[in-house]
């Protein structure tokens, strides 16, 4: 597991859930504009979910429920094995991750303009990684489950 996130990074990411509560759709359709540049990317995604607007609706939860939860992530531990299997059953690897950080931070930017500080993405950019890594051990050992 990754270093805790300190008691400053935590109340950034508590602060800023009411505007991700508003824009967290906007922000997750950006992430994904700009995620799918790279085709390889792409094809890992269902399309139909894509279409119906289902996935970004789903990342944006995930992320809310992040940020509200993140002094007591026991909260979302289930939800958080359901996001890992899903990512198993789609290939999902450690080495996609930066993508994701890499697309998701300037979309936060894109959305909330100077409301995102250089603070605030600062704390995502550190919440990010200790969720990430927190995601990649738990697929790693459903992969080792699987073969
Ligand atoms: C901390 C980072 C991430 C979070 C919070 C997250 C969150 C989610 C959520 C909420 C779902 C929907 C699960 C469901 O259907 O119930 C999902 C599915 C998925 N995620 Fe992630 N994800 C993350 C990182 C990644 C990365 C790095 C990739 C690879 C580029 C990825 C690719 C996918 C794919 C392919 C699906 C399945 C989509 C489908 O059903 O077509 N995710 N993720």
């Known amino acids: 597991m990754s270093e805790p996130?300190?008691?400053?990074?935590?109340?950034?990411?508590?602060?800023?859930?009411?505007?991700?509560?508003k824009h967290g759709v906007?922000?997750?359709?950006?992430m994904y504009e700009r995620l799918f540049?790279?085709?390889?990317?792409?094809?890992?995604?269902?399309?139909?979910?894509?279409?119906?607007?289902?996935?970004?609706?789903?990342?944006?939860?995930?992320?809310?429920?992040?940020?509200?939860?993140?002094?007591?992530?026991?909260?979302?531990?289930s939800a958080v094995n359901n996001i890992c299997a899903r990512h198993v059953a789609t290939h999902v690897k450690p080495e996609h991750y930066p993508a994701v950080a890499n697309a998701l931070l300037p979309a936060i930017k894109d959305v909330l303009g100077e409301a995102a500080t250089d603070e605030v993405l600062n704390a995502w950019g550190?919440?990010?990684?200790?969720?990430?890594?927190?995601?990649?051990?738990?697929?790693?050992?459903?992969?080792q489950d699987a073969s």
């Open 37 to 77: 540049v790279d085709p390889e990317i792409k094809a890992l995604f269902n399309e139909a979910a894509q279409k119906s607007g289902e996935q970004p609706k789903r990342l944006a939860a995930a992320i809310l429920a992040f940020a509200n939860n993140v002094d007591k992530l026991e909260v979302i531990d």
């Open 26 to 30: 906007e922000i997750t359709t950006r």
């Open 126 to 143: 550190q919440a990010y990684w200790f969720l990430a890594s927190l995601m990649i051990s738990r697929e790693k050992a459903l992969y």
């Open 5 to 21: 996130l300190s008691p400053e990074t935590i109340a950034i990411i508590k602060s800023t859930a009411p505007a991700l509560q």
